[in-house]
């Protein structure tokens, strides 16, 4: 089966599995603890935070495919900034299709899949990638800096970051997987 064929068959059976009760529940509860995530990000400044829900939106992505995790990482950006105010900032739209990306991407990278540190890794380059190309230029239009100095400032972060988040990544999704496998929750 081509690369393309088997990642639109992911989203399509990803978009049917959301109608069932048992998905619609688990992507509520995802939703509620990406929230929870989201409010202990650790700000280091106005442009720079370690987050860690992209491993929700990864969980996502794992138990529903890449149409729960678009759907767990926009509803979960907008709760999570109705939620918290905005934690001194506005909301912007750009964000929210951000990590609704992140979620798909990793659906398209976890479900299904047998659990390797390649996937890892890979989960691991999605969110490099957010935060590098488009937080940064959300960044840049929400506080007039140039896009150059949004990328420069926040490159050293996010590459230390990603052996580290590709690591919580493989260990997170591989026990997940594993647990949610013998419980009957996921079939692949």
Known sequence: MSFFKKNLTKIIES?????????IVIAGLLIALYVVIAATNVKISDVLQIRFGFIILSV????????MGLCVGALGDILSMILSGGQGS?????????????GFFAGLIFYKAKITPIHALLGGIVEF???????????????????SSMFITRLPKNIIMLPINSMLLFIVIKAL??????SKVIDN
């Open 15 to 23: 978009g049917v599995g959301l109608k069932k009760t048992t998905n």
């Open 60 to 67: 996502a992505g794992l138990v529903g495919g890449p149409i």
């Open 90 to 102: 506005g909301f912007f739209f750009g964000f929210t299709l951000s990590y609704a990306l992140i």
């Open 129 to 147: 990638a957010n935060a590098m190309l488009l937080n940064s230029l959300w960044l840049s239009i929400m506080t007039g800096a140039s896009y």
């Open 177 to 182: 997987a594993t647990a949610l496998r013998k």
